[in-house]
T-cell receptor, first 114, second 112 residues
Framework: NAGVTQTPKFQVLKTGQSMTLQCAQD?????MYWYRQDPGMGLRLIYY???????DKGEVPNGYNVSRLNKREFSLRLESAAPSQTSVYFC?????????????FGPGTRLLVL | AQSVTQPDIHITVSEGASLELRCNYS??????LFWYVQSPGQGLQLLLK??????LVQGIKGFEAEFKRSQSSFNLRKPSVHWSDAAEYFC??????????FGAGTILRVKS
C-alpha cells in the first residue's frame, strides 16, 4: 500500500515549456486534489476531482489543467510554464468514514520555472 | 468565505517545554478541523482532526487540540516538546464541497 505517489520529485523548466505532473493513489478514494504550496501562504487548492469523470476549479486554477484519468490517477498539466508557477505541488486523496474525512498527501513535486 | 488564521509565523520553544500553536477559523457552519505537520522536504501528515463530539481531541505523537466554538479556535498543544517536533504545522478547516482551506502555517523551532 503506497498511499499517494507523485512523479517527478523535482523538475526545472524554462518559461513557456509544458509538463504534466502525475499523481496516483491506491486507496480506492473517490476524491483527489492538487495543491500548490508557497512560503507564507500555506496550501492553496488548484483543482479537485470529487469523483472519476468530474473536475472542478479551486482557488488558483489559472495556468493549469487537470485530467482524472481513472479512479487512481489525477494529473496536473502546465501548458506554458511561467516563473510564478515555481512552487511545491502536492496531490492528495480523500477518505470518508463515519469518524470523518481525511486527506492523504503525496510527497510533493518541487518545480522551478526559469 | 472560509478562512484560517495562524497568527504565529514562527515559534521557538526549548526542548521539554510545553507548546501551544494557535488557530482561528471562519466558517458559517459546524466545522471539520484538522492539524497537519510537515517535516522539511516532506509531504503533510495528519496529526489530528475534529469532526464532532468531544471537543478535546487526541492525535499522534502526543499532540492534542481543543475546539472552542465560542472563540472560533482550534489550538494545538503538546505538554513536552521533543527536538523531532521541529517542523511546520498547518491548521485547516473543511470548507464543504470536499475542500479544505489551510492556514499559512507555523514553523516550530526547538532549542536544545
Amino acid at each position: 500500500n503506497a498511499g499517494v505517489t507523485q512523479t517527478p520529485k523535482f523538475q526545472v523548466l524554462k518559461t513557456g515549456q509544458s509538463m504534466t505532473l502525475q499523481c496516483a493513489q491506491d486507496m480506492n478514494h473517490n476524491s483527489m486534489y492538487w495543491y500548490r504550496q508557497d512560503p507564507g501562504m500555506g496550501l492553496r487548492l488548484i483543482y479537485y476531482s470529487a469523483s472519476e469523470g468530474t473536475t472542478d476549479k479551486g482557488e488558483v486554477p489559472n495556468g493549469y489543467n487537470v485530467s482524472r484519468l481513472n479512479k487512481r490517477e489525477f494529473s496536473l498539466r502546465l501548458e506554458s510554464a511561467a516563473p510564478s508557477q515555481t512552487s511545491v505541488y502536492f496531490c492528495a486523496s480523500r477518505a470518508w468514514a463515519s469518524e470523518g474525512e481525511t486527506q492523504y498527501f503525496g510527497p510533493g513535486t518541487r518545480l522551478l520555472v526559469l | 468565505a472560509q478562512s484560517v488564521t495562524q497568527p504565529d509565523i514562527h515559534i521557538t520553544v526549548s526542548e521539554g517545554a510545553s507548546l501551544e500553536l494557535r488557530c482561528n477559523y471562519s466558517y458559517g457552519a459546524t466545522p471539520y478541523l484538522f492539524w497537519y505537520v510537515q517535516s522539511p522536504g516532506q509531504g503533510l501528515q495528519l496529526l489530528l482532526k475534529y469532526f464532532s463530539g468531544d471537543t478535546l481531541v487526541q492525535g499522534i505523537k502526543g499532540f492534542e487540540a481543543e475546539f472552542k466554538r465560542s472563540q472560533s479556535s482550534f489550538n494545538l498543544r503538546k505538554p513536552s516538546v521533543h527536538w523531532s517536533d521541529a517542523a511546520e504545522y498547518f491548521c485547516a478547516v473543511g470548507a464543504g464541497g470536499n475542500k479544505l482551506v489551510f492556514g499559512a502555517g507555523t514553523i516550530l523551532r526547538v532549542k536544545s
